[in-house]
């Protein structure tokens, strides 16, 4: 069996790149690259100039600590940009304060970037022969790449104290994730899929044995030194046989994160076309560990017809409820074996059709 290390230390196999773990440097203004975040406007754009929002007390204060880190480390600097977004902050779970800037406005009238996110099932099925795998995650993600010389203006923020605009990739940006996501895999292009998976600022490293995963998490490390990437790592998992990704637990099989069940159990009824979306987004993630998930769920989907009134009936809740129970009792999805035999199964009804792909396990028969 091995066991999961401490986090809070650097495992001694990798004691010789301790620079990758730096945080010091993670905050220093990384260097201009092809992969700089660029920010093209659709032709005849009209940008935004928004006025400053209310701040409480304690999110001024945040405010000012937050400016004078950002200008210090030169992620930000005075701006006199003709354009701004407002600035805003969400409380985090832990009681602080995160810092949003809302681009919503700005993103309208950017041209995509067409870059694709892996799909997550794709991202799953390329592990399940590991038996042993880390976690990485990056320290500062977005603020690791520049923004493009020359569309720093268009970033631009407004407060009490004056006009700034971003050096780094700032959060929220449209084209943030597609462009992070783009970086991250040309620079371990050689390893994914062969050794590592990842997703935007998350990276799995999975292996079969622990001399191989020693040998892959160094690669992998020394890659990242090498292009002024930082690991967080109060937030990594080395050497593990179960780990937590995307929303997901690894191990021989796949399951839901009970912190993700713990929520779909506590879900409220909805109360509105809005909350209904909401609850769906969540549960449709997890769908495959359901049988009958788009029957099981019409009761609820009705309502969102074009045109149908808002009515939460007995049956909706029922169908809810029964949600709730199934994703509690939801199984451990084992990985396919191309080896083994497959079973087809078929159903339909008047709301729903479907099929099932799958294999019985050698050990129980089911």
Sequence with gaps: MICALKTAEIPK???????V?????????PPHRPYDCKIELEPGAILPCSRIYALTEAENQHLKEYLDEYLANGFIRPSESPVSSPLFFIPKKDGSLRTCIDYRALNQVTIKNRYPLPLVSVLLDQVKNARIYTKLDLRGAYHLIRVASGDEWKTAFRTRYG???????PYGLCNAPAAFQHFVNDILQEFLDRIAVVYIDDILIFSDNLQEHISHVRSILTRLQENHLYVKLEKCAFHVERVEFLGFILSPGVSMDPAKIKTLQHWPSP?????????????????????????????ITRLLKKGVKFEWTKEAENALNFLKNSFVSAPILLHPNPDEPYYVEADASDVAIGGILSQRHKDTGQ
């Design 13 to 19: 196999e990798y004691e010789d790149l301790v620079a």
């Design 163 to 169: 006009l700034f605009e971003y050096q780094v990739m």
């Design 21 to 29: 773990f730096d945080e010091k440097e993670a905050e220093k203004l």
């Design 271 to 299: 109360c509105n076309v809005k909350e209904i979306q909401s609850f769906l987004g969540f549960a449709n993630f997890y769908r495959r560990f359901i049988s009958n998930f788009s029957q099981t769920v019409t009761p």
